[in-house]
Nanobody, 119 residues
Framework: QVQLVESGGGLVQAGGSRRLSCLAS????????LGWYRQAPGKQRELVAT??????TYYADSAKGRFTISRDNANTVHLQMNSLKPEDTAVYYCGGQTYGSSRGGMDYWGKGTLVTVSS
């Protein structure tokens, strides 16, 4: 199995920056895609960004130009968040998708880290 642990959440003022990190452990050989989702109160969990083991990235429209996903090794993924807005306030979850997954989404999840952006 795979375990994902997020870190880096906290309180930041609007316009500021925050860097999230996710450390994967366990059967990490099975993971192709790592990514970040977020869930605000009263809303569904939504995709923010993903990155494959080979470095291909995808960004949601809300993240383009402000957020950068990176993967410095097979075990760690980061999300650099700049120009933060109050609407970015959410619990941010790290997710992992296995090779050959039959699902469209992620197969493993971290417990999340809260990012609060104040006005």
């Amino acid at each position: 199995q795979v375990q994902l642990v997020e870190s880096g959440g906290g309180l930041v003022q609007a316009g500021g920056s925050r860097r999230l990190s996710c450390l994967a452990s366990g059967s990490i050989f099975s993971i192709n895609v790592l990514g970040w989702y977020r869930q605000a109160p009263g809303k569904q969990r939504e995709l923010v960004a993903t990155i494959t083991r080979t470095g291909n990235t995808y960004y949601a429209d809300s993240a383009k130009g402000r957020f950068t996903i990176s993967r410095d090794n097979a075990n760690t993924v980061h999300l650099q968040m700049n120009s933060l807005k109050p609407e970015d306030t959410a619990v941010y979850y790290c997710g992992g998708q296995t090779y050959g997954s039959s699902r469209g989404g992620m197969d493993y999840w971290g417990k999340g880290t809260l990012v609060t952006v104040s006005s």
